[in-house]
């Protein structure tokens, strides 16, 4: 309702509603040639073979489930049976809803989650070795011009595939080289949202990839790393571009051009 009404918003409803989707906001990155672990959607629908009587899911699942490392050059034998595969619910949030099977495991483990939720949907995406992954976070007050305001590394949980703070995972300062900066403000631009949080994946192969972006960041990990509220850094942001480009003053009075530039 706010956003009909013409109020200034940081991200819009549809922007939001296509970061909260993992698929959808993973052919977006894919539309736009942004590096990413390559995937597959796996559905109810997908796995059962409607051709056949006996409903075998071997045929179209597997060929779905071989596209994932099919060609890929750094992985000798993609069908061993430990060859592993992540997978996400597409909602999920807080590194809440990712597990990894091996090849052996994910058709057992995805028919039973079939049975619990026929409607379930998930990504399945490749493994790529790593040490964690670097959380950013990028604004744009204006909705063009793009800043990285502050970036973490965060490192993997013991005994754990993932690297979320609000899992336990510790952080480390980080500094963006020219190659991972690039792809991040790429990955901003696509999402359309004025403060979004990419998360990007320096793999022990030596390429970068994008694992997902938020259109609706967490600021507790990266607040206690850079020792400042993000809130405030954000907030002070949007505060000083609406005073340099305000047409209004609080009182609604119309601003004179002359008058933007030292209106606070």
Not at 29 to 38: C, G, T, V, Y
Request: overall charge neutral.
């Amino acid at each position: 309702a706010f956003e009909y009404m013409g109020f200034f918003m940081l991200n819009t409803v549809d922007e939001i509603k296509l970061a909260s989707d993992k698929y959808l906001s993973a052919n977006l990155l894919s539309a736009r040639d942004i590096p990413q672990p390559r995937y597959v959607l796996i559905t109810r629908d997908l796995m059962e073979d409607m051709k056949s009587d006996n409903k075998d899911t071997r045929e179209t699942f597997w060929k779905l489930i071989d596209q994932v490392y099919d060609k890929n050059t750094n992985v000798n034998d993609y069908k061993s049976p430990d060859t592993k595969y992540v997978c996400k619910i597409l909602g999920g949030s807080l590194g809440i809803g990712v597990f990894i099977c091996t090849r052996s495991e994910i058709e057992g483990v995805l028919q039973t989650m079939f049975q619990l939720k026929h409607n379930a949907q998930f990504i399945v995406q490749e493994f790529k070795k790593n040490t964690g992954d670097i959380r950013v976070h990028l604004l744009s007050v204006d909705g063009v011009n793009y800043e990285v305001l502050a970036c973490m590394k965060r490192n993997k949980i013991e005994k754990d595939f993932r690297s979320n703070v609000s899992l336990g995972a510790t952080t480390d300062k980080y500094k963006l080289n020219e190659e991972q900066e690039k792809i991040v403000m790429k990955t901003a631009a696509a999402s359309g949202c004025r403060w979004v949080g990419v998360d990007l994946m320096e793999c022990e192969d030596g390429s970068n990839v994008v694992i997902e972006y938020n259109s609706s960041p967490g600021v507790q990990g990266i607040s206690q790393q850079i020792g400042k509220n993000m809130f405030d850094i954000v907030f002070d942001k949007i505060n000083a571009y609406l005073k340099k480009y305000a047409t209004f003053t609080e009182k609604g009075e119309r601003l004179k051009e002359n008058q933007r530039e030292c209106y606070s």
